[in-house]
């Protein structure tokens, strides 16, 4: 028998502070920066900037009136501008690659980047571009629209990855650069490297791919849904008009902590954490009760991740580039249902075949999957580029299967000139930071 409401006791409200957390955030954000916080980091004194005055199409929608690029550069040009690498950046990353005297801050890939390393500036002349889509200098749904003089928001158009490398290269044609040596990118960085050669094969030299993929699959598609989803429903998200209110930033917060499940791996968790407590392990004489907000180490780090982020990146940039990601696919029947051909290179382009050879510490897969043969047709322009594909086997993102196939596939076209290495250790997809 129900007891009536009245003779209830009636218990204090709990407190929950990582859910309080969210609420003295938006208190902090309307007193220190006003509604919505500003995304022009790196400063906008560190970074060149290039205009392009002229419509430009895209794939999947009317063609942008126009549009600005940031990039920072390292090294020197030589005289015949024989020497450029095109770096491509991973989702939400700047064009700060690496420090300059500008901006002498450390960049997101420092330690590659300079005299006697990877990229060694002592012979090459690196350009890293914020892309196409972003907040951090490049026009992107945060932008002003120039036919409305108001934010563009979600009225920005879908773009895709081919839009993006597109943008680079109108900057490399306003530097003059007809051929680069290399295109190199990690993670969606790799996927503008490949496409980078696919749509001009004749001004690509090399490409390295690192933690890419050429066909978006369903498990990294699920993970970036998981992440939009999150995003829009926060109520701030006001279907992308948030410009002059507050920003969804409890939403950026949740998608960035799914995002980062996804960039590292359980067995690093399991070494960096383990089942550690926050305050430390319980004892008899110490003993502690479990509570529902973060115990353990693990969620302590993803709440730190996740408000580290929320509010250094525009929620609409994360939407489009993410989606961008989930469109990309290399197969020739998707290429085909774009309209977009191969275009024609000096280079000759071989038929896709099945006895192309293979490294013997990568011999052709046994059970290979049924659109490798379709992913062989469409990388077909690739045929006579140097290619190097690297991957990691503990990335769950962009799992090493994904590299292999790439080789694989790149192999089949009939190229000749494809390095594969696959790294190990512990540290998931953001091995290659």
Known sequence: MFRPLRHIRRLSSPSFPCVDA??????????????????AR??????????????FPLIYAPPLPSFDIAYESWGSLSPSKDNVILLHTGLSASSHAASTPLNPAPGWWEQFIGPGKALDTNHFFVICTNVLGGCYGSTG?????????????????????????????????SLAIDRIYASVGSSMGAMQSLAAAWLFP?????IASISGTARSTPGSIAMRHAQRSVLMADPNWNNGFYYDALPPHTGMKLARQIATITYRSGPEWDLRFGRKLRDGDPSPLNPRTPSLCPDFLI???????????????DANSLLYISKAMDLFDLTHPALEQLGMHPPKSSFSI???????????????PANQPPHLPELAKGLSPLVSTPTLVLGVQSDILFPVEQQRELADALRMAGNSKVSYFELGGVWGHDTFL
């Open 22 to 39: 969210h609420a003295q955030r938006a208190s902090r954000i309307i007193a220190d920066t006003g509604p919505e916080p500003p995304y």
């Open 42 to 55: 790196p400063s906008p004194l560190s970074y060149n900037v290039y205009n392009h005055p002229h419509p």
């Open 141 to 173: 749904p945060s932008s002003l629209n120039p036919s409305t003089g108001q934010r563009f928001a979600t009225h920005f158009p879908i773009l895709s990855i081919f839009d993006m490398v597109k943008a680079q290269f109108a900057l490399l044609d």
């Open 202 to 206: 004749d001004r690509v030299r090399k």
């Open 299 to 313: 969620e302590t780090y993803l709440d730190h991740q996740g408000e580290q982020f929320c509010l250094k990146y």
């Open 350 to 364: 071989s038929t896709p075949s099945q006895s192309a050879s293979h490294s013997k510490s990568h011999p052709p």
